[in-house]
């Protein structure tokens, strides 16, 4: 697939689930998606080093003839997107966590941020943080190692269940929603309702779906008819890391 498509890439197969909904909202459109599955977890990285794995796969997308670039990863967002804008004339679109929409639904209320420390220490989520810490209680949680335990599948493990119990777990009952601020974590929004409760889970994948689309509409690029295809690369080159991928896009969530 060259040229006329959707780049999608992640610091890992967490940004499948932003593609399922790009794919849900552009059914027309060709999408590329590249998980760096080599070097995950980015949220556990230097800012340095996230912002030249980004750009370097951004680059090759760019390169190969991508139309927009879809950064799926809130940590490369923050660190690199903005760079990147500046650097290439098309559209490069971001994630951030969903705090705006959480706090917009449940004026009031205590919201838990899930998210990789990384994401939680830069600028871009200080500053959100800041707009809306006087409309609700805001509690950043940062879930090192939540990501890279992801990227292993099997979602049922008692492991798993375990490391969510001891990030969310002394909230359980206590809180009115969560913000999904990886884009991992929504594959396991079951997993941490059975710690937490009955919550209200956000998370930042729809919105980018539209700006993606109306990007791409005002550019004049936007595919109307057709079916789009949906290709799915790794830097775990194997059969093995490419069949997980796909069972992550097409599994209930």
Same mark, same amino acid.
């Given at each position: 697939?060259?040229?006329?498509?959707?780049?999608?890439?992640?610091?890992?197969?967490?940004?499948?689930?932003?593609?399922?909904?790009?794919?849900?909202?552009?059914?027309?459109?060709?999408?590329?998606?590249?998980?760096?599955?080599?070097?995950?977890?980015?949220?556990?990285?230097?800012?340095?080093?996230?912002?030249?794995?980004?750009?370097?796969?951004?680059?090759?997308?760019?390169?190969?003839?991508?139309?927009?670039?879809?950064?799926?990863?809130?940590?490369?967002?923050?660190?690199?997107?903005?760079?990147?804008?500046?650097?290439?004339?098309?559209?490069?679109?971001?994630?951030?966590?969903?705090?705006?929409?959480?706090?917009?639904?449940?004026?009031?209320?205590?919201?838990?941020?899930?998210?990789?420390?990384?994401?939680?220490?830069?600028?871009?989520?200080?500053?959100?943080?800041?707009?809306?810490?006087?409309?609700?209680?805001?509690?950043?949680?940062?879930?090192? #190692?939540? +990501? %890279?335990?992801?990227? &292993?599948?099997?979602?049922?493990?008692?492991?798993?269940?375990? $490391?969510? /119990? =001891?990030?969310?777990?002394?909230?359980?009952?206590?809180?009115?929603?969560?913000?999904?601020?990886?884009?991992?974590?929504?594959?396991?929004?079951?997993?941490?309702?059975?710690?937490?409760?009955?919550?209200?889970?956000?998370? #930042?994948? +729809? %919105?980018?779906?539209? &700006?993606?689309?109306?990007?791409?509409?005002?550019?004049?690029? $936007?595919? /109307? =008819?057709?079916?789009?295809?949906?290709?799915?690369?790794?830097?775990?080159?194997?059969?093995?890391?490419?069949?997980?991928?796909?069972?992550?896009?097409?599994?209930?969530?």
């Amino acid at each position: 697939m060259a040229g006329d498509f959707v780049g999608v890439m992640d610091s890992g197969l967490g940004g499948i689930s932003v593609l399922r909904e790009l794919v849900r909202v552009l059914p027309h459109e060709d999408f590329r998606f590249f998980g760096d599955s080599a070097h995950n977890p980015y949220g556990e990285k230097t800012d340095e080093q996230v912002r030249a794995l980004t750009g370097d796969i951004v680059g090759r997308m760019v390169d190969d003839g991508a139309k927009a670039v879809v950064i799926a990863c809130n940590t490369a967002t923050s660190a690199a997107a903005a760079s990147l804008r500046s650097q290439y004339d098309l559209p490069i679109i971001g994630v951030e966590p969903a705090l705006k929409p959480a706090c917009e639904a449940l004026p009031g209320g205590r919201i838990l941020v899930m998210a990789t420390p990384v994401t939680l220490r830069l600028d871009k989520f200080q500053q959100l943080e800041h707009e809306f810490d006087h409309t609700c209680d805001i509690v950043p949680v940062p879930c090192a #190692g939540l +990501a %890279g335990r992801i990227e &292993q599948g099997d979602l049922d493990a008692p492991d798993l269940h375990g $490391l969510l /119990e =001891s990030l969310v777990g002394p909230y359980a009952g206590a809180v009115d929603g969560v913000v999904l601020g990886c884009t991992h974590y929504p594959f396991v929004r079951r997993q941490i309702a059975e710690v937490l409760g009955d919550v209200r889970f956000f998370d #930042g994948a +729809a %919105g980018t779906a539209r &700006q993606t689309r109306r990007l791409l509409a005002a550019r004049g690029e $936007l595919r /109307e =008819s057709g079916e789009g295809e949906v290709t799915l690369q790794s830097s775990i080159d194997t059969p093995e890391e490419l069949a997980l991928y796909r069972r992550f896009f097409t599994c209930e969530m």
